[in-house]
């Protein structure tokens, strides 16, 4: 089963507005990372944020960290239809060997 | 600094044929890892190469396999092709091995089997 499971698993707003996306695991994590993937070619990163930090900013990107609640999420401010995407949280266990364990993603459709 | 290169970018293969995907990572890289992507499944991980050593796998059959060289470059493949084997193929490499590194993507090879 996934380690990350994103949510929504698609999302339509209109330009300008601001897109938020949650990302849920489910075992104690090193770090987690954002990826953003155009149609049919390969992710991208976006940010990286290690588990001992709550917020983490980039640009118009905002991801928090709740290590509590095993949860992220990143916002996207003003959004403009080229950020029409989807969008993946990765997590890295703390057990065993780490390896990068990608959510199902976040279909972000931004209208102009 | 040139990305990550994938060949094939597409490939048509038909049951029962075997294929090989090849990756060459980022100048100074040392880890190369393998993701199988699909509509219904999202990106499954496949196997993480560090050092010319496999690292990680994950949970696919024994027809899937892989090989990293002295340079970096590292070939997949899958042997006795299935339908089901369909699916964009990701190669992604970073400096250090997985876990707290981020990673840099390949545009993929598109695998149809007929």
């Known amino acids: 089963s996934q380690q990350g499971e994103e949510d929504p698993q698609a999302l339509s707003i209109q330009e300008g507005e601001n897109a938020t996306m949650n990302c849920s695991y489910k075992t104690s994590i090193n770090n987690l990372q954002w990826y953003r993937q155009n149609s049919g070619r390969g992710l991208v990163h976006l940010i990286l944020?290690?588990?001992?930090?709550r917020e983490k900013h980039s640009g118009r990107l905002r991801v928090t960290l709740d290590t509590s609640k095993k949860s992220s999420s990143l916002l996207i401010t003003a959004s403009r239809a080229a950020d029409t995407a989807s969008y993946f949280c990765a997590t890295a266990s703390t057990s065993g060997t780490y390896k990068y364990i990608f959510g199902t993603g976040t279909r972000l459709k931004v209208l102009a | 600094k040139a990305g990550v290169t994938q060949t094939p970018r597409y490939l048509i293969k038909t049951r029962g044929q075997q294929v090989t995907l090849s990756c060459s990572p980022i100048s100074g890289h040392r880890s190369v890892s393998w993701y199988q992507q699909t509509p219904g499944q999202g990106l499954q991980f496949l196997f993480e190469y560090f050092s010319e050593t496999q690292r990680n796998k994950g949970n696919f059959p024994g027809r899937f396999s892989g090989r990293q060289f002295s340079n970096s470059r590292s070939e997949m493949n899958v042997s006795t092709l299935e339908l089901g084997d369909s699916a964009l193929y990701l190669c992604?490499?970073?400096?250090?091995?997985?876990?707290?590194?981020?990673?840099?993507f390949g545009s993929g090879t598109q695998l149809s089997v007929l």
């Open positions: 944020i290690r588990s001992n930090e």
């Open positions: 992604a490499s970073s400096l250090g091995p997985q876990g707290s590194e981020k990673l840099f």
